[in-house]
């Protein structure tokens, strides 16, 4: 799909989801070492997320459609070791890398119900084996959820064995926005580990 919708969020001042630093959730996976070897930022948006886990010393590969987000993010980067580029979420394994580590904050919600498990199977293609994936998306226990709110049952038959993965956790969390207030939105956080099975889903 094009990246000219999302692109547009960007050009007139801050994105709805653009809170001008990294995620809390982030920030404690983070600290309690949640993030190993080389990692992917999936709808890096600005940046702030991958920059703090590059701040850590961990390379980092963040991707989006939105090419003003990604030029904003190369310019903040500042030397750390962390790269932006321009890619499709559902056609991942054009990339040709793997990594150890994957982050999905805010993008697993965009989708509809048909392109999730293609998007999890994409994912799937550049996730080593054992791999570990976090996604923080919007919650449906509300009150006060953002849009697009999803459901476990909805991660779960999205990350499957079927699509190369398996659910470890889903835990509440919260997820700010800048409309939400300083304790954000309800939020689930899945941990999500790469398994070894045979990939069913076309992620063309």
């Known amino acids: 799909m094009t990246g000219l919708p999302w692109d547009a969020s960007y050009q007139d001042g801050p994105a709805p989801w653009d809170v001008g630093g990294p995620q809390p959730a982030v920030v404690r996976l ?23 886990v590059a701040s850590l010393g961990l390379p980092v590969l963040g ?13 903040n980067a500042q030397g750390r070791n962390a790269e932006f580029t321009v890619a499709d979420a559902l056609g991942l394994h054009r990339l040709g890398r793997t990594f150890d580590t994957v982050l999905d904050c805010g993008l697993f919600h965009t989708f509809d119900a048909d392109e999730r498990p293609r998007y999890a199977a994409s994912l799937s293609t ?6 570990t994936l976090y996604v923080l ?11 697009h709110p999803i459901s476990r049952d909805d991660l779960r038959e999205a990350f499957t064995s079927q699509t190369g993965w398996a659910v470890a956790a889903i835990e509440p969390d919260r997820v700010l926005t800048r409309f939400h207030g300083d304790s954000g939105a309800p939020a689930w956080l ?6 070894q099975a045979c990939i069913e889903v076309s992620v063309r």
Not at 63 to 75: C, P, R, W
Not at 137 to 147: L, Y
Request: charged share 15%; proline share 5%.
């Open 63 to 75: 991707f989006d459609v939105a090419e003003t987000a990604l030029a904003i993010a190369a310019e």
């Open 126 to 131: 550049v996730a080593k084996p054992g791999a």
């Open 30 to 52: 983070a600290a309690a070492g949640g993030f190993t070897g080389a990692v992917l930022d999936a709808g890096c948006g600005t940046g702030e997320n991958a920059l703090h």
């Open 137 to 147: 998306c919007f919650s449906d226990a509300g009150p006060d959820t953002g849009p």
């Open 190 to 195: 899945a941990t999500i580990t790469r398994g």
